[in-house]
């Protein structure tokens, strides 16, 4: 079994490890970091900037003038303009249009003389929120005027802030113990400000942290994760001696643009310590900085009813992530590192820094990366394989797991891994979803693989195929031919005619016509095939030529003339062939009603029973 469900990006970014010469920020909202170099000598304070992106942005490099007062430095999400916090009083903005810095600076200063700027947030291309600590503020940045102008300011004691970028939600710790939180949502030029709350004290603090809330964004709602210090249960999630009455949990809150926020769900970490938080795909990662292990939680299936708070436990055993391997090159080297080294990093090491979702910054080696869960370990890790279905269902890369997922169900022997159909599985649960597996991945990369295997259960592979239509037929999906036809020869080769006839007259399988000719084909097993199939083209509009061919193949003449009448197309239907066709029966009886029904129409249509001129009339 494997000993790790995590694992660090194999392609870190680089940059230079902090140093007495080289400071290094790291920007959230636009995943980036910013190197800035001072190596000019006492006389010279300027800084090389270095810039690189998590998302694949390119690389940028500038320089910068006093550089060693640089507190916080950002790009807006545009990169047009570059923001510079040198003082607690004032952020300085450069324009910087493809990158092309122009010479005039324009600052703006915090509106309170004896405030002092914290940290500042872009909300959009334009617009930039102040926090102080005696305020949130508001800005409108005009890059063609050089202008700042102010659209909105809070007083309020600011012990300490965390900024959402992906909502533009800022969440602001006011009252003296800093368990009284203020959110503001910012868009368009507009604050909502939301209702404030409280959160719960911990029992080892009387102060709530920073360090302790992520602000973060769960199956797309916003939510403030607090750690907290409880009483400790007899159900350990770690195993220590030394653990003690007290352990920590994880209390989700919800917010709400329209209502307060309200305690969603509580996460059963039951072990203490310091903790790191990552979201990672819609799953919580907590990291036990510590013990140096994870925990891995999945809050789809539990936060069901607004009225009862549910306690969410870990899916598997904390574990450690697995060994993460860097190697140095020349301008890359640490002390202690030779060049070319291959170096195991440290995991949860106190040069750590985490941000969210998944980011990993370990500012001694200079590396930054990204978080990821192993999907395919999971399916030997997790027992009940129902489960492990809802989980996949719900990953981004959970199709790869899920295919092999179905080909274990289906493998003789290993027939009871599920309580349900896992095909059934995939498309019940379409609402949510994540995963989307074409009919045809389904039939390629699972069922084709059992019709060569003897000892495979057809009856089983029958009811499973059966219970993945309905899901189908229930998620208002079309079947596709692949699945009809896979489905009809496995019934004709168990000679279960009488099930085939109830999925076709109840029409379980979606019309088509080569469907329709397949079950043609099955004539001469199964008689009744013959008028099911004529049944289902009937039923498709562009099959009516088929429907008359097929008819007057069976040498069904009349009944052919009938089908004609009945779409409104007997009277351009061609006389001789149809007359021809019943001459070649030897019926005289079919011959004279042919005849006479063409003699009719000619009467109806020219007023005469004659045919035109050049036909040729056939003697009865």
């Known amino acids: 079994m494997a000993s790790h469900y995590l694992y660090l990006s194999s392609n870190p970014i680089r940059f230079t490890p902090v140093n007495q010469h080289t400071n290094v920020f790291f920007d959230e909202a636009n995943g980036e970091v910013f190197t800035l170099d001072r190596k000019g000598g006492e006389e010279d304070d300027s800084a090389l900037v270095v810039v690189k992106s998590l998302h694949g942005k390119n690389e940028v490099q500038f320089r910068l003038e006093h550089g060693s007062q640089i507190k916080s430095i950002k790009f807006s999400p545009n990169r047009n303009i570059l923001s510079v916090l040198r003082s607690s009083k004032m952020v300085t903005f450069i324009n910087c249009r493809n990158f092309n810095f122009e010479d005039i600076e324009y600052r703006q200063t915090c509106k309170s003389q004896r405030a002092e700027i914290t940290s500042f947030h872009w909300t959009s291309n334009t617009e930039v929120v102040f926090i102080t600590n005696q305020s949130?503020?508001?800005y409108q940045v005009n890059p063609d005027r050089n202008v700042v102008k102010l659209l909105k300011l809070y007083s309020i004691n600011v012990n300490w802030a965390i900024f959402q970028p992906r909502f533009s939600t800022l969440v602001v710790s006011s009252s003296a113990s800093s368990t009284l939180l203020q959110p503001y949502m910012f868009q368009n030029g507009q604050v909502n400000k939301l209702p404030k709350f409280e959160v719960a004290k911990s029992l080892t603090s009387e102060v709530l942290q920073e360090r302790d809330v992520v602000v973060t964004v769960i199956y797309g709602q916003l939510y403030i994760l607090v750690l907290r210090s409880v009483p400790r249960s007899q159900n350990v999630t770690l195993s220590a001696p030394s653990l003690g009455s007290v352990?920590?949990?994880?209390?989700?809150?919800a917010l709400y643009k329209d209502s307060p926020a309200r305690v969603a769900a509580i996460l059963s970490v039951n072990i203490p310590g310091s903790f790191a938080t990552h979201i990672v795909d819609n799953l919580i990662?907590?990291?036990?900085?510590?013990?140096?292990?994870?925990?891995?939680?999945?809050?789809?299936h539990s936060i069901n009813d607004p009225e009862q708070i549910p306690t969410i436990f870990p899916i598997l055993a904390p574990l450690p992530i697995e060994t993460t391997r860097i190697t140095f090159l020349g301008s890359e080297l640490v002390r202690g590192v030779k060049e070319g080294a291959t170096y195991n990093c440290e995991h949860y090491a106190p040069s750590w820094v985490t941000f969210q979702p998944n980011i990993v910054i370990d500012a001694k080696l200079g590396c930054i990366w990204q978080m990821y869960v192993k999907l395919n370990v999971l399916e030997t890790m997790i027992t009940d394989k129902n489960q492990l279905l809802?989980?996949?269902l719900l990953r981004k890369k959970g199709k790869e797991p899920i295919i092999d997922l179905c080909k274990q169900a289906l493998t003789p022997g290993e027939q009871n891994t599920l309580q349900q159909n896992p095909l059934r599985g995939i498309f019940d649960k379409s609402s949510q979803r994540r995963v989307k597996i074409d009919q045809s991945e389904l039939y390629s990369k699972v069922l084709t693989s059992f019709l060569d295997n003897k000892k495979a259960n057809r009856k089983f592979l029958i009811s499973v195929l059966i219970d993945y239509i309905r899901s189908l037929n229930f998620c208002r999906?079309?079947?596709q031919y692949c699945i009809c036809e896979l489905l009809i020869n496995l019934i004709v080769e168990n000679k279960s005619f009488y099930q085939l006839h109830q999925l076709l007259q109840y029409r379980i399988l979606t019309d088509s016509k080569p469907l329709a000719c397949l079950v043609l084909s099955l004539e001469k097993a199964y008689p009744p095939a013959f008028q099911l199939a004529m049944d289902m083209l009937k039923r498709i509009p562009s099959c009516n030529e088929d429907v008359v061919e097929t008819?007057?193949?069976k040498k069904h003449i009349l009944a052919a003339l009938q089908y004609t009448e009945s779409i409104g197309r007997g009277d351009s239907v061609s006389a001789r062939k149809?007359?021809?066709?019943?001459?070649?029966?030897?019926?005289k009886k079919l011959l004279f009603t042919v005849l006479n029904y063409f003699e009719n129409r000619n009467l109806r249509l020219r007023g005469t029973p004659e045919f035109a001129t050049g036909f040729i009339p056939i003697c009865v």
């Open 390 to 392: 809802d989980i996949l």
């Open 247 to 253: 352990a920590g949990d994880i209390v989700m809150y």
């Open 551 to 553: 008819l007057l193949s």
């Open 136 to 138: 949130v503020e508001y």
């Open 477 to 479: 999906l079309s079947v």
């Open 285 to 300: 990662l907590v990291h036990h900085l510590n013990a140096k292990v994870s925990l891995l939680f999945d809050i789809f």
């Open 578 to 587: 149809y007359l021809e066709l019943a001459q070649n029966s030897g019926d």
